[in-house]
């Protein structure tokens, strides 16, 4: 009743307003989606931040892009340029140093009619993977604070090391104890968590040379991953009611950087970069947090969240505002709200749109309906109703298009096998064409 009073007051406001003049005034405060990235110190966790930025900055292969602090886009964008530049010292950009916090807040923003609208935000947060497992200082709160942030998050990324699974697969022993020690440092926590997985395989250039097909490559590093009891155990754990994905990327690309003969990666002289992937962990943030929240719904809320949807389709801007209001009310808009969780505490009306929205498909060019006889505020509300789904649409379609052309990018699909190999999980054999062999 209370819903429906507020409805009532603000259909009044609006008639009132509409019959004066004056304009309609609809607060629509873009929601916080919450990343934690963890990755062990030169994982490659400041590359991938400096690329994903640099790719997502303009709306190019896309409708949506980034924006973030003078400060930060400082930052990321002398990241990038020392990461590239072939012809000056060749040193890679300063990493995560241990228990070192990054923080920064992109802003999702799309051009419709003219303007820039925000569409939400994305507060990403970048730890050492260390912080996990050393002791900490007498009285420091460091760990007690990641894990209220990981608690808190809505989506986790896990990056791991690319070249050192490519040492793990030729049989170098540090290859070996690199990735195990990098595993038993995420996932206990990881497995303990609620939200979504991205697990990035960083450096992904320096496995070209195991297969040509990168399916293939895909496949043989998913086996190796797999084989360890712990990660099988979470993919397992959770393929029912929870995203687990495994993103392979390179912040600059093939053919940029090569392994020389001590071991060390090194940039190519004049070697330009093309970053592969790095616009899909951030793209897959929000349409995977909504998978994995209407996967939790039960049968009944499941049926009223449907018939919202399809009632939604066929209403107009202010029309879907005030029925958004009321079903937040009913019993499958609060089970709805309540599976966001922190997400939604200060944004759940706007929160449970944007979700709505991003369920009626397409992307929204078809809906578009901003003729003559739509008010102002009708206007600007079907304006962000249809940003909102072209922005949604664009993020799903990257993931979609990466899991079409790697299958074995999403962990949480299909059957894990047991993944046991001869020799036992990271021993120092090798692969071959996705099998392991003791070398014999």
């Not at 490519?166 to 070996?176: A, N």
């Not at 699909?413 to 003791?438: E, I, Q």
């Amino acid at each position: 009743m209370i819903v429906l009073a507020v409805f009532l007051v603000l259909l009044g406001r609006w008639l009132r307003e509409r019959r004066t003049g004056r304009p309609v005034t609809v607060d629509e405060k873009a929601p916080t989606f919450q990343v934690v990235a963890l990755g062990l110190q030169g994982s490659g966790k400041t590359l991938l931040l400096a690329s994903m930025y640099q790719r997502l900055k303009a709306p190019a292969g896309q409708c949506y892009y980034l924006t973030a602090s003078h400060d930060d886009v400082l930052l990321l964008n002398q990241w990038y340029a020392q990461m590239v530049d072939t012809a000056g010292s060749g040193d890679w950009p300063r990493g995560t140093a241990k228990g070192e916090t990054r923080q920064f807040t992109f802003t999702v923003k799309t051009p419709m009619a003219g303007t820039a609208l925000t569409i939400l935000h994305l507060k990403y947060l970048e730890y050492a993977g260390e912080l996990l497992t050393e002791i900490q200082d007498a009285g420091s709160t460091k760990q007690k604070e990641l894990f209220a942030q990981i608690d808190a998050a809505d989506a986790l990324i896990g990056v791991l090391d690319g070249h050192r699974i490519k040492q793990q697969i030729d049989g170098h022993p540090e290859g070996s104890t690199h990735l195990e020690r990098t595993l038993n440092a995420l996932l206990p926590v990881m497995i303990e968590a609620t939200a979504p997985i991205s697990f990035i395989i960083t450096k992904w250039d320096l496995l070209m040379d195991l297969r040509p097909d990168e399916s293939t490559r895909l496949s043989i590093v998913h086996n190796l991953l797999t084989s360890n009891d712990l990660f099988r155990s979470l993919v397992n754990l959770h393929s029912a009611n929870r995203v687990v994905r495994l993103i392979p990327v390179s912040a600059v690309g093939p053919g940029f950087a090569r392994i020389d003969s001590r071991g060390e990666i090194v940039k190519v002289s004049r070697a330009p970069a093309h970053p592969a992937n790095v616009d899909v962990p951030l793209s897959a943030v929000v349409p995977d947090m909504f998978d994995q929240v209407e996967n939790r719904l039960n049968q009944e809320a499941r049926l009223a969240l449907s018939a919202e949807v399809r009632r939604r389709s066929r209403q107009g801007a202010l029309e879907a505002l005030g029925s958004a209001s009321l079903f937040a009310g009913q019993m499958a808009g609060r089970a709805l709200l309540a599976a966001f969780g922190p997400s939604a505490v200060a944004v759940g009306e706007t929160m449970l749109g944007l979700f709505l929205d991003s369920r009626l498909g397409g992307s929204g060019d078809e809906g578009l309906r901003l003729d003559q006889e739509l008010s102002e505020a009708e206007r600007r509300v079907e304006n962000l109703r249809l940003a909102r789904r072209r922005v949604l649409y664009d993020m799903r379609r990257k993931v979609d298009m990466m899991e079409g052309r790697l299958p074995h990018s999403r962990l949480s699909d299909g059957h894990v096998t047991d993944g046991r190999f001869t020799g036992g999980p990271f021993s120092d054999g090798r692969f071959t064409d996705g099998r392991f062999s003791d070398g014999h």
